[in-house]
């Protein structure tokens, strides 16, 4: 298939991956910090591991936008969606996401109207075929679904409609990678950046991280290929001693980012003072909230809101996972007691959520790999 | 008490109650084996353990064929009914009846939307029930059709149903002899359900079922893999992508029989329905205790499956088929099954996918196309409800 197959080359895989053992340094242990929850997922599901020498590890980082949203939060969203003549959309990776009093799926079964959607813009739709319902989009992720939120916002407005309002829980990625090489647990040697949420914002807001913190990041693609020659580029920046930000997903990476989708943002949304991300608590200027001048399409101004702080279990331990100061099979409950069937931490629910990702692709263990050629 | 809560603090209590036990006898398995193993090892452990429903609610996810249904029907159905003839959970039922061997099984049908491209939800439920006696090696005979109809529902829709009903059962050589029809208010039910109950013989004396498979056999799929679940996606009209591709239903109580007269090999068929494939070799897995290896290379999808599958981020192997099935069949009769099946209409493009292998136990590994390697595991849903 066009457009997939070439960026799924074993021949070229094969290649790079002896380019890259080719690059390390006898004795010395690398550790790549992969942000973006698609990486991690593509990672897994094509088996890239595989590849890599033994002293090349991959951490997995905090960008999955459904493990960072606190219970609180998806409490907030369910009491929102059980206010009556109500329908609440969302994407369909939110439906399993644990509140302290279940998840959408729960609620759903108790007969609270929540619509799975794949755009904010089939929201407009459902709103304008239920004039008598008011219609809330559960709105999350990071910069790469936020522009879509802004824009049916305006289109909400354009369209002068009364009954279609956003739940916003945009958050940023920078904020995040900042509290992550501020904290003290953890030893990166280098980033492969986020593609998508790169389309929207570019790559010089990654040059602190080579400036001030000396990594190198590379900003990659979501195929098997990208990610492998991001791990080549940045491991031949650390042999020859450079620093730097690289793009390695240029056919869809600007340097300078998206200026119309950035435009978009800054028109409806404008910085929180602080939020609360699962697991890694609360960190200041790192979401997005609606602007005054759109406080008709915000629904924490709308309706009431319980705003309550929720505390994880006690045992679950996704904030070290999304830190990566963790793997996922070093938490204590991990496939036991928090399962995808049941899961207790975020990490566990999304697909790209590091947890199920080993836990649906990687729970094998590689060195004891059977090797078995089918004829 | 939340739903939440209790469930969570329930799960909590039993891995501690699990850990103390673990910890009490202390016989860690090898001694010197890593961390990470350790871990593989206490998973493993927990998922052979009796499966509870947590949820205090039925959700979506327990009909859509992966591990939440699996649990639902091992704890609340087999808990309740649980025989010698149920506990294996084949598609079918094996009966002795008067010194002759009689499958039946049973299947409901709520397809949505009812008409889409390459059949609907009349042929469908004669094709289902056809397909699931086959598998278990009979020859299907006679069904049953149940109908729930809900009041307004035009009576020309219902007489398009039946007759393509009567047509698939004319294909597939099988009577619809009993019958039985509900009508339900307005807003209880969906236009139209279908219950239909089928019964077979069984006219040889192999004995077929996914325990049976060993390591050293091959598995084989019968076509290309995912057809119908896109198809009935694309057809829902949700997601504005439009492409050449219709349903695979059909019946296969033909093709199953020309492969078991050209070999005694075959230890198990399975037609790859909701779940589609990956949950087929993992109940293989699991029923036989043994791993299953397969070449992602090797499985045949098309290309409009394989592009919707890849904008909607879902995986070819979960989608389901209403036409496929897996094959398992020992090793040395590989090739001579696959010629069986390439000579039929239904199996033209079958292909090995894979083999059996004694380890790791209950696991379904794949290669993919890219060179690496991964579990295939079970969905614990579906991301397409209401499939058939």
């Known amino acids: 298939m066009r457009f997939v197959d070439e960026f799924r080359s074993a021949d070229k895989a094969r290649a790079l991956a002896a380019k890259i053992a080719g690059l390390c340094e006898p004795g010395r242990q690398y550790k790549l910090m992969e942000v973006c929850g698609g990486h991690t997922h593509t990672i897994y599901k094509h088996g890239l591991e595989d590849y890599l020498p033994e002293s090349v590890t991959l951490i997995h980082g905090p960008g999955c936008p459904v493990c960072v949203i606190p219970m609180g939060r998806v409490d907030d969203a369910i009491a929102l969606a059980s206010q009556p003549d109500t329908i609440m959309t969302s994407f369909g990776d939110m439906m399993r996401v644990p509140g302290s009093q279940g998840s959408f799926f729960d609620a759903k079964a108790q007969g609270t109207d929540i619509r799975m959607v794949y755009s904010p813009l089939d929201s407009l739709k459902i709103a304008r075929q239920n004039p008598d319902k008011r219609v809330v989009f559960m709105a999350i992720g990071f910069e790469t679904t936020t522009p879509s939120t802004a824009m049916t916002v305006l289109r909400a407005a354009a369209m002068k409609l009364d009954n279609f309002s956003v739940f916003c829980n945009h958050v940023t990625i920078i904020p995040a990678m900042k509290a992550i090489l501020d904290s003290p647990d953890l030893r990166l040697d280098g980033f492969i950046g986020p593609g998508h949420v790169s389309t929207v914002i570019g790559c010089r807001p990654y040059e602190f991280v080579a400036r001030d913190y000396g990594k190198p990041v590379v900003v990659a693609g979501f195929e098997p290929l990208d990610i492998l020659q991001s791990i080549y580029m940045l491991m031949l920046q650390l042999s020859e001693g450079r620093c730097e930000v690289e793009n390695q997903y240029t056919r869809v990476v600007p340097w300078d980012g998206n200026l119309a989708a950035l435009n978009a943002i800054n028109q409806v949304m404008e910085l929180r003072p602080y939020f609360e991300w699962r697991g890694l608590g609360f960190i200041s200027h790192s979401a997005m909230r609606v602007r005054p001048e759109f406080a008709a399409f915000d629904a924490e101004l709308l309706f009431e809101v319980p705003g309550v702080r929720v505390a994880d279990p006690k045992a679950c331990q996704c904030g070290e996972v999304l830190k990566g100061v963790l793997k996922p099979w070093e938490c204590k409950v991990f496939g036991t007691a928090c399962t995808p069937e049941t899961p207790i931490g975020t990490c566990m629910v999304s697909p790209e959520g590091a947890c199920a990702a080993y836990y649906n692709f990687g729970r094998m263990n590689r060195r004891r790999k059977v090797e078995v050629t089918i004829s | ?388």
Request: net charge negative.
């Open chain 2, 1 to 388: 008490m939340s739903d939440q809560g209790t469930w969570v603090d329930q799960a909590l209590r039993e891995h501690e109650e699990h850990a103390q036990e673990e910890h009490a006898g202390s016989a860690r398995p090898g001694g010197t084996s890593d961390r990470e193993q350790q871990v593989l090892d206490r998973i493993d452990r927990a998922r052979r353990r009796r499966p509870k429903v947590r949820e205090e609610r039925i959700t979506m996810s327990h009909g859509a064929g992966g591990k939440a249904t699996r649990t639902l029907v091992e704890a609340v159905f087999l808990d309740a009914f649980s025989n010698a003839l149920l506990d294996p959970l084949e598609d079918a039922a094996q009966l002795h009846l008067n010194g002759g061997r009689v499958a039946l099984t049973t299947d409901s049908y709520v397809v949505s939307p009812l008409f889409f491209p390459g059949g609907d939800i009349g042929d469908l439920a004669v094709n289902g029930t056809v397909n699931d006696l086959a598998v278990s090696g009979a020859t299907p005979l006679y069904l049953s059709a149940g109908f729930i109809l809900e009041e307004g529902f035009p009576v020309t829709q219902l007489q398009e149903i039946v007759a393509s009903m009567q047509a698939a059962a004319q294909v597939a050589g099988v009577q619809v002899v009993t019958g039985d029809t509900k009508v339900v208010q307005r807003g209880k039910a969906d236009g139209c359900y279908i219950n239909t109950a089928g019964v077979g013989v069984v006219e040889h004396d192999m004995s077929l079922g996914v325990a049976n498979a060993r390591p050293g056999d091959a598995v084989i799929v019968s076509g290309p893999i995912g057809d119908h679940g896109v198809t009935i996606m694309l057809a829902r009209g949700e997601l504005d992508i439009e492409a050449d591709i219709t349903s695979d239903t059909a019946a296969l109580n033909g093709l199953i029989a020309d492969l078991l007269a050209a070999t005694s090999g075959v230890r198990a068929l399975r037609d790859a329905t909701r779940g589609g494939v990956a949950t087929i070799l993992n109940e293989v897995a699991t029923a036989a205790d043994v791993g299953v290896l397969v070449n992602e290379d090797a499985i045949p999808v098309r290309t409009v499956v394989r592009g919707a599958s890849e904008l909607l981020g879902i995986d070819p192997m979960y989608v389901a088929c209403e036409g496929r099935m897996v094959v398992v069949v020992d090793g040395g009769e590989a090739d001579k099954a696959l010629a069986a099946l390439r000579s039929h209409p239904l199996g033209a493009d079958a292909a090995i996918i894979g083999q059996i292998t004694a380890d790791p136990k209950g696991m379904v590994l794949l290669n993919t196309a890219f060179g690496g390697s991964r579990i295939v595991d079970l969905l614990v849903g579906d991301p397409l409800p209401r499939i058939c």
